[in-house]
């Protein structure tokens, strides 16, 4: 709960839901409806509760985060997948076809998971790590792992560290680590170590304690809750008891402009004066002020108008951004940094808290062990480095990439043409006006009907050109010429963008106008305003529509008159997207470079990626706008081209494997949009 307040997140049981006992991927029948203990397949459901907002979120939700998953249950990950299936309507595709980006290391804190519901579990997983959970065997995840290493500079210890994650302990490593073995350690007045503990009750007693022994007046420091907070997600004491002398720790990022301090960096009270703070940082000594800080209860909703997820604030929590930090527990600790940390394990260390442990430490030299380590502490699972094994070969990622964007280009570009929320939303319009007290509800009545008639039509003409462009799809990633997917599209957007305008937009923008004078219509009027707002997302998507660098509506003011809102009284008009046409984006980093920015330049001033800004410049190649020298030195192009033209193709991928890692995609793509160039001139004269 803490970390998901620090994240500005929620927790995978506050949004989905989920129950805090097994869940079976499977239906029995051996539980009764009375067993709460015990959730399965439809059971899962019973106690669910989700508003509209909800599931209008889970159904627009694109990207799921799930962060520290070496502490995610098999079981609670496959309830995931199982709401996600239902609340989307989708129950043969994993997580209902929500992409999931898992973090962290799976070398750390294992899942909890009591011995009685293991007994339960252990008939469907092999173990209770995410990676065992039935969805992930549908659709197994990339897994790439971080290898540079920041909180230590020390090879000798990086090594021992390396050598613990994956069971590897040399005799001589326990002599190493056993050499800071020091059980009556007291550290000095001057010297500032925090002691990593496995327990809460230790940590707090050592806190306790140490508080007691400063001289001098305790103050108090009372926080403040508004709305709703759980007492179970404060960050620190909801009454936070400090003396000046006392070692303390922060529990937030600076959110000022100077960011003074972070999350975990060590201080000492120096003064507490008038109810204001003083501490000087452990490290370098420095005198900082301190301000109370706020932390938000966060809930996310699905805005249908922006088509946006949109953070609602339940409540706060204000308190100095503190804690008492003579001790705190190894589970508390993670992702913490120390220089100086002494290690109280005694004999209950799990798999992954040694290794947490140590590796809070920056170096070996400002580390302290209470109690000796034995081989029997540092048994990484051996399921957790079997899965390690998968991760893919660096030279693998370039090309999975590059597949991977094809796939998602192709998916987007096919969605674009999804008629299902305009024929929906124009059911919930018919719906809507009967009973209304309109000047000319008659005319209301027949334009509902009207409009979801129309919507129906072009829906129906919708999915036949989605299963059109599939083959054309498959057509460029067999032969890699997007010629004929260009032209069909470009042909296909004026097609639809026109139908929707002519046929549903703009009269039902003529029929909002007609009502804002009249009385009493306000909720109705909004209503409507949210699906011409739909409408009008649904134009933009497609006036954008792109394939690789291929933007296909070559003239996005043609279609103006379909992606203005109409400016009504009472309608707020910044609830809606403001969205760019990527043509457009594309057209501003042109107008920079022609008058003499360089790309470094404009990517700065756009905060954009040079990449990016390279890849935009590269398309008014292919128009004439441009020269392909201006981007690209000569020697470099003599290089390429007859590549290119030996190919023959229209894509960059098999240019790349002939010339290999001394030139990039973007170089390739720049001289492939000049050869399509020079061949559009051949065929115009």
Known sequence: GVAAINAAGVTMHSFFQLPFGPFIPDTRRGFTNND?????????????????????????????????????????????????????????????????????????????IPNNEWDILQAYYESPFFFSAKAIAEA???????????????????????????????????????????????????????????????????????????????IVFNGTVTGDFSDKALPTDMNLQLKEGAQVMFIKNDSGTDRKYFNGKLATIKKINNGEITVTANNDNEELKIEKETWLNIRYSYQKESDSIKEEELGSFTQYPLRLAWAVTIHKSQGL?????????????????????????????????????????????????????????????QQILQQEQRHYWADQLVKTFDYSKIVSAMADFRELVPGKKLPDAQYAVALSHTLLNKAREQAVIAEKFQLQLQQLLQHVAETGNTSILEERVSKGIGYFVKAAGEELLLPLQKHISSLQHAAKVKKYVSEAAAIEGLLLQQVQKMIQAFYEDIVFCKNPDAYKEYTIRKDLPGIDKTTYKNTTVKGSSQAE??????????????????????????????????????????????????????????????TVSPVKEVLGDEFSYTDIRIVLNHWQRLQQEKVNT
């Open 337 to 397: 940094t120390f220089d100086k940390a002494i290690i109280d394990a005694g004999a209950s260390f799990a798999p992954g808290q040694v290794y947490v442990a140590l590796s809070r430490c920056t170096s070996l030299q400002g580390m302290v062990l209470l109690s000796k380590l034995y081989p029997s502490a540092i048994a990484t699972d051996k399921r957790v480095i079997a899965f390690a094994q998968k991760e893919a070969a660096a030279e693998e990622l």
């Open 589 to 650: 980093s042109l107008d920079l470079f022609k008058k003499g920015k360089s790309i470094p330049d404009i990517a700065a001033m756009r905060q954009l990626t040079e990449g990016t800004v390279t890849g935009h410049l590269a398309m008014f190649i292919r128009t004439g706008e441009l020269d392909v020298l201006d981007l690209l030195p000569e020697e470099r192009l003599n290089i390429i081209l007859p590549v290119v033209i030996e190919i023959g193709g229209n």
């Open 140 to 218: 197994p995840p990339l897994y790439i792992e971080l290898k540079k290493i920041y909180r230590q500079n020390e090879q000798l210890f990086i090594d021992i560290l390396n050598r613990v994650r994956n069971n590897q302990v040399t005799e001589e490593d326990f002599e190493l680590l056993n050499g800071r073995y020091q059980p009556d350690f007291s550290p000095s007045k001057v010297e500032k170590y925090i002691t990593l503990s496995t327990h809460n009750k230790k940590a707090d007693a050592i806190n306790a304690a140490e508080l007691e022994k400063l001289p001098g007046k305790m």
């Open 36 to 112: 709460d203990t015990v959730a399965d397949k439809h059971s899962l459901f019973k106690n669910i509760r989700f508003n509209t907002e909800k599931r209008d979120l889970l159904q627009e939700l694109e990207l799921l985060i799930i962060d520290e998953v070496s502490m995610v249950r098999a079981d609670m990950l496959d309830a995931m997948d199982t709401i996600l299936r239902h609340f989307r309507k989708k129950l043969h595709v994993p997580f209902g076809g929500v992409q999931v980006l898992y973090i962290g290391d799976m070398y750390q804190l294992p899942p909890v």
